[in-house]
């Protein structure tokens, strides 16, 4: 896994990204940009939507927008990072994380 600018914003990326902050810079929320299961985007947001959006560029392709700005559930954060991670990463390295 690495972190590097992506368009002028922290990305993660393991093999490409799963995850990117979103800081205002696109007109949205403070919030984060993550890789989500099929179906997973759309089930979140009918659950609650002051909370999870469809994020411009990449919610085309069921990535979720995570707001920062509201009442925040870090273990919540870290296991939808963590299921973000899982979308992308190689086999090897989700086989590696089940192991931990």
């Not at 949205?28 to 469809?54: H, M, S, T, V």
């Amino acid at each position: 896994m690495t972190e590097k600018l992506s368009h002028g914003s922290p990305t993660w990326f393991v093999r490409k990204t799963f995850v990117s902050f979103s800081d205002h810079g696109h007109g949205g929320p403070l919030a984060i940009w993550c890789a989500a299961a099929p179906g997973a985007q759309e089930e979140a947001i009918e659950k609650e939507p002051d909370r999870f959006y469809r994020p411009p560029y990449v919610g085309v392709r069921g990535w979720l927008g995570v707001r920062l700005d509201v009442d925040v559930d870090w273990d919540e954060i870290a296991a939808i990072i963590e299921d973000a991670y899982r979308q992308v990463a190689p086999k090897r390295l989700v086989a590696e994380l089940d192991e931990t």
